[in-house]
């Protein structure tokens, strides 16, 4: 608890769809003004309300660089991020400024992993396809067929992880069972990471090829992979990320009968949302109380 002659921080958190103990933990300790309105927390709005806050509580779907940095103002200290990915936080600028700030890792690498191979297996064999023909009469005209909803095994195959990092190893360990006879993959070293799934990358596979995405849609060239898909370069995709977030209901890769789209949902799990706002709530409070500690801060 805090002396009774410190005043309390004030944190903004974006959004209010946040599990209560997170809520709950910064309320005891902190001033917290919490946007309330429709998502994302507009921009207008983040700009007013950030200024001069001492932490913020964010998401990816807010993006914090120089101007929101600018607004809040030199009494801003910590920025929270309820995520693991941090493509929206222009970390150079909060280093300049001596922002500490915190991330969610490994508390959604078992989830990730999950949600990656269910992903996987949906799109090679075709689930969400054989769904729409139970329900669209589509299993009535063929009753049962020899070669139809041909899918691809797992058992055999070879299977590429780019970047074994703590999801590319956890999903590595749960394909164990699957029969696959090899693996491949890259380390995670930034300046691979940043290499794009491109159309030479695309002409380089296999027509056989399932090609899943639970990481970022930045890392696709998605033009290239929307040829891929519709010239039968490589015969599946399943996306959980994209560009844009959301995609557009009539955007080109809805209409692609070979490709698995999801909204993003791959840490969307019970506990582990529970477990990341806890995270997220702690590392705000330990950069901004002296006698705490974040518990996993990015820098
Ligand atoms: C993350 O945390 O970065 C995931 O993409 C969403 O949970």
């Known amino acids: 608890s805090l002396p009774d002659s410190m005043e309390k921080p004030k944190v903004l958190i974006t959004r209010n769809d946040v599990p209560q103990i997170a809520i709950r933990k910064l309320r005891e300790l902190c001033d917290v003004d919490i946007y309330e309105g429709s998502y994302p927390m507009p921009r207008d709005q983040l700009l007013a309300r950030v200024a001069g806050k001492d932490g913020l509580f964010c998401f990816l779907t807010d993006r914090i660089n120089a101007e929101v940095l600018d ?3 030199r009494s801003l200290r910590v920025v929270s991020t309820m995520s693991v990915g941090y493509d929206h ?5 909060m280093k300049s400024r001596d922002i500490k700030v915190g991330y969610t890792p490994d508390v959604l690498t078992d989830a990730t992993a999950e949600l990656t191979l269910a992903l996987l297996l949906a799109t090679s064999r075709r689930l969400l396809q054989a769904n729409a023909e ?3 009469g589509g299993w009535g005209r063929c009753v049962w067929g020899p070669v139809w909803m041909l899918g691809k095994g797992l058992s055999g195959s070879t299977v590429g992880i780019f970047g074994l990092g703590r999801t590319g190893q ?5 394909l164990a069972g699957f029969n696959v006879a ?4 890259t380390s995670t070293t930034k300046k691979e990471l940043r290499a794009k799934f491109n ?6 596979m296999k027509n056989s090829a399932v090609f899943i995405n639970t990481s970022r849609g930045g890392l696709v060239d998605q033009e290239a992979l929307v040829w891929a898909l519709q010239t039968g370069q490589i015969w599946a995709a399943g996306l959980d990320v994209m560009t844009p977030e959301p995609l557009p209901t009539d955007h080109i890769l809805t209409t692609l009968p070979n490709c698995t789209l999801l ?5 969307s799990e019970e506990g582990t949302r529970v477990a990341m706002a806890e995270l997220a709530a ?5 950069g901004l109380l002296e006698d705490k500690e974040m518990p996993q801060r990015l820098c």
């Open 134 to 136: 139970l329900n669209n």
């Open 263 to 267: 909204p993003h949902i791959g840490s």
């Open 182 to 185: 090899k693996f491949l993959y």
């Open 282 to 286: 702690d590392n705000l409070l330990g």
């Open 170 to 174: 956890a999903v590595l360990k749960r």
């Open 71 to 73: 607004a809040a103002g």
């Open 199 to 204: 159309k030479d990358a695309f002409a380089a």
């Open 89 to 93: 936080l222009s970390l150079e600028e």
